[in-house]
C-alpha cells in the first residue's frame, strides 16, 4: 500500500452518557454506587475527581452500581458525589496490516460554553487493560473555551499500528468537531 495524507474529520463528536449527583465512591474503591446505570456502557470514561484521567467502566455490576478499571484516589468514603461517564467516538481507525502516522489533530468547540476533551490512543496488539484493550491518554481534560481549539502539536507524532485507534471524548453532548492529519500506508 502506497503512503497518503489524509484528513479524517469527525463532525459533533460528544457522548454524555449520565451525570449523576447522588453517587458514593469507597476510599480507594474501584465500584460506584447507588447511581443509575441504564444508559452506562463498558468503556465510558468516567470524570470525577476522585478517579485519575482515563478511569473507564469495567462492568456494570447492577441496576445502581459500576466497577471502573482504576481505584479511587480519595482517603474516605465520599457520598453525594457527581459523576460524569462520557461515551467514546473513535475518530480514527488504522487500517490491517498497515500503519499509520497521527501528524495532528484540531478540536474545535462548537458551544457558546467552555467545554473538555479528551484525546487517547488504543494500541488493539495489547489488550492488556480490563476491558480487553490497552488505551492510553494524549491529552486529558483539556479545557477548549468558547470560541477556540485546541491543536495536538505537529511535533510529536503518534505511530498507530494495525487496527489502533483515536478515540475522543467530550464531556458535552455533539460539541466538538474532530480533524486529524494521519499518514496512512506506512510500512
Known amino acids: 500500500m502506497?503512503?497518503?495524507?489524509?484528513?479524517k474529520i469527525v463532525r459533533a463528536a460528544g457522548i454524555v452518557s449520565t451525570t449523576d449527583a447522588g453517587a458514593s465512591i469507597g476510599a480507594g474503591a474501584s465500584a460506584i454506587t447507588s447511581i443509575q446505570t441504564a444508559d452506562l456502557n463498558v468503556g465510558d470514561l468516567v470524570v470525577n475527581q476522585h478517579f485519575r484521567s482515563g478511569a473507564k467502566i469495567h462492568s456494570i455490576t447492577n441496576?445502581?452500581?459500576?466497577?471502573v478499571d482504576?481505584?479511587?484516589?480519595?482517603?474516605?468514603?465520599?457520598?453525594?458525589?457527581?459523576?460524569?461517564?462520557?461515551?467514546?467516538?473513535?475518530?480514527?481507525t488504522s487500517a490491517a496490516a498497515t500503519k499509520s502516522i497521527l501528524i495532528g489533530g484540531t478540536f474545535s468547540n462548537l458551544t457558546q460554553n467552555d467545554i473538555n476533551v479528551y484525546v487517547e490512543v488504543v494500541d488493539q496488539s495489547l489488550a492488556t487493560g480490563p476491558i480487553g484493550v490497552s488505551s492510553v491518554q494524549l491529552a486529558s481534560d483539556i479545557p477548549i473555551p468558547s470560541g477556540s481549539s485546541f491543536v495536538i502539536s505537529e511535533a510529536g507524532k503518534t505511530v498507530l499500528e494495525a487496527n489502533d485507534?483515536?478515540?475522543?471524548?467530550?464531556?458535552?453532548?455533539?460539541?466538538?468537531?474532530?480533524t486529524l492529519a494521519i499518514l496512512s500506508g506506512v510500512s
Open 2 to 7: 502506497a503512503e497518503s495524507f489524509t484528513n
Open 63 to 67: 441496576s445502581t452500581s459500576v466497577l
Open 70 to 92: 482504576r481505584s479511587s484516589t480519595n482517603t474516605s468514603a465520599a457520598t453525594n458525589q457527581i459523576v460524569k461517564f462520557l461515551g467514546v467516538t473513535t475518530a480514527f
Open 165 to 178: 485507534q483515536v478515540t475522543v471524548y467530550c464531556d458535552t453532548e455533539s460539541a466538538v468537531d474532530v
